[in-house]
């Protein structure tokens, strides 16, 4: 087996770029796609990225690469393929196909080809990825199993809370130096103070999980006890203040008992952003990042909403939002220097950062 792998690291489309910025992080030099980064790594990259990357969605590592037209050509191809090396015995499969423009359209018949050659079981942890473009076979393995958006913290949740993932990008690119104060006034389920509380820290998200590589062979060349000494040393001992606030009594206390499966320091309280605006906070800078009520989230008047939280982030506060379209954004009464297209819980969004804040990618 090779001592770097080809590897795409999946993320929200429109996020790519700070995607892009974790993995060069690690060492591994990447370009980035629609939809991610494609990268070379080696195997110990592969376990920090799984590690340490936050705004990523899972990591699909390519196997093999050929031409097929027929299914002869497809079986071959498949067999030259070291399964021993990849995927653990007896281990159960769940093969996904996808064929476009292609000779070989048929996906059933690609799949039932393809379980032949492996003799695995169907379903189980480990994935396989054969996707036929014009007929190029790429056959790839997801490194991850269950999504890197399950921390494993958020066993609760508010209605259509802001994905982990999602959480952590806004907070990267806001511009916030991960040192002053953050407010977040409609925190809902508390992800964006939480996710930032842990960026500030450099708390690895993925810590206490498991990843379905773990059980290929090469990740026996992963001297994890290593890793895990690294990434728990460069953990900080504290962070910023951190407030994570929300009318909803209800919404606090998952906030609360969220950040606690998490191991933060959030401060929390049942609280009208209208009257936080009001409340003198001095001349210290800090930052108000926050997912506010917009489209399913609707909730109270947006302009009132919206205008608080741009009184809250008066200079030398600054500010970063998600806004969704058709929402009064011009409420904030802020200008915006840097926007940025998403998708949130299928809702178009974007990323709104008030003039003063510096780009960044992280700390």
Same mark, same amino acid.
């Given at each position: 087996?090779?001592?770097?792998?080809?590897?795409?690291?999946? #993320? $929200?489309?429109?996020?790519?770029?700070?995607?892009?910025?974790?993995?060069?992080?690690?060492?591994? *030099?990447?370009?980035?796609?629609?939809? &991610?980064?494609?990268?070379?790594?080696?195997?110990?990259?592969?376990?920090?990225?799984?590690?340490?990357?936050?705004?990523?969605?899972?990591?699909?590592?390519?196997?093999?690469?050929?031409?097929?037209?027929?299914?002869?050509?497809?079986?071959?191809?498949?067999?030259?393929?070291?399964?021993?090396?990849?995927?653990?015995?007896?281990?159960?499969?769940?093969?996904?196909?996808?064929?476009?423009?292609? *000779?070989?359209?048929?996906?059933?018949?690609?799949?039932?080809?393809?379980?032949?050659?492996? /003799?695995?079981?169907?379903?189980?942890? $480990?994935?396989?990825?054969?996707?036929?473009?014009?007929? +190029?076979?790429?056959?790839?393995?997801?490194?991850?199993?269950?999504?890197?958006?399950?921390?494993?913290?958020?066993?609760? !949740?508010?209605?259509?809370?802001?994905?982990?993932?999602?959480?952590?990008? +806004?907070?990267?690119?806001?511009?916030?130096? !991960?040192?002053?104060?953050?407010?977040?006034? #409609? #925190?809902?389920?508390?992800?964006?103070?939480?996710?930032?509380?842990?960026?500030? *820290?450099?708390?690895?998200?993925?810590?206490?999980?498991?990843?379905?590589?773990?059980?290929? !062979?090469?990740?026996?060349?992963?001297?994890?006890?290593?890793?895990?000494?690294?990434?728990?040393?460069?953990?900080?001992?504290?962070?910023?203040?951190?407030?994570?606030?929300?009318?909803?009594?209800? !919404?606090?206390?998952?906030?609360?008992?969220?950040?606690?499966?998490?191991?933060?320091?959030?401060?929390?309280?049942?609280?009208?952003?209208?009257? +936080?605006?009001?409340?003198?906070?001095?001349?210290?800078?800090?930052?108000?990042?926050?997912?506010?009520?917009?489209?399913?989230?609707?909730?109270?008047?947006?302009?009132?909403?919206?205008?608080?939280?741009?009184?809250?982030?008066?200079?030398?506060?600054?500010?970063?939002?998600?806004?969704? $379209? /058709?929402?009064?954004?011009?409420?904030?009464?802020?200008?915006?220097?840097?926007?940025?297209?998403?998708?949130?819980?299928?809702?178009?969004?974007?990323?709104?950062?008030?003039?003063?804040?510096?780009?960044?990618? &992280?700390?």
């Amino acid at each position: 087996m090779s001592a770097r792998i080809d590897t795409f690291t999946v #993320c $929200q489309p429109g996020i790519e770029e700070i995607t892009l910025a974790e993995v060069t992080r690690l060492g591994a *030099k990447g370009r980035v796609t629609h939809g &991610g980064v494609i990268a070379s790594m080696t195997w110990p990259q592969l376990a920090l990225a799984h590690l340490q990357l936050r705004t990523a969605t899972r990591v699909l590592v390519r196997v093999a690469r050929f031409d097929a037209r027929t299914f002869p050509e497809l079986v071959t191809g498949l067999q030259r393929i070291d399964w021993a090396n990849w995927l653990p015995v007896d281990a159960d499969v769940d093969i996904r196909v996808s064929s476009v423009a292609s *000779k070989l359209y048929h996906t059933a018949a690609v799949e039932e080809r393809a379980r032949e050659v492996i /003799g695995q079981g169907d379903g189980g942890s $480990q994935r396989l990825s054969i996707r036929i473009d014009h007929d +190029l076979v790429t056959v790839s393995l997801d490194a991850s199993g269950e999504p890197l958006y399950m921390r494993g913290w958020r066993t609760e !949740a508010v209605d259509a809370p802001i994905r982990e993932t999602l959480a952590a990008a +806004l907070v990267m690119w806001s511009g916030w130096d !991960a040192r002053t104060p953050l407010i977040d006034p #409609c #925190c809902g389920s508390g992800t964006v103070a939480i996710e930032a509380a842990m960026w500030a *820290k450099r708390m690895p998200p993925g810590r206490h999980r498991s990843f379905a590589f773990q059980e290929w !062979a090469g990740a026996e060349s992963v001297d994890w006890n290593t890793l895990w000494s690294a990434v728990d040393a460069d953990v900080r001992p504290r962070g910023p203040r951190v407030r994570a606030l929300d009318i909803d009594a209800d !919404a606090v206390a998952i906030t609360e008992r969220n950040a606690a499966r998490a191991g933060v320091d959030v401060e929390t309280a049942v609280m009208d952003v209208a009257r +936080l605006s009001n409340e003198p906070r001095g001349d210290r800078p800090g930052w108000v990042i926050t997912n506010p009520p917009y489209g399913t989230r609707l909730g109270g008047d947006l302009r009132t909403i919206y205008g608080a939280i741009g009184r809250l982030a008066s200079p030398p506060w600054e500010l970063a939002v998600v806004g969704a $379209q /058709g929402t009064p954004t011009n409420a904030f009464g802020r200008t915006w220097a840097h926007s940025l297209t998403t998708r949130n819980g299928g809702v178009p969004v974007r990323f709104l950062r008030s003039v003063g804040a510096p780009p960044t990618d &992280g700390q």
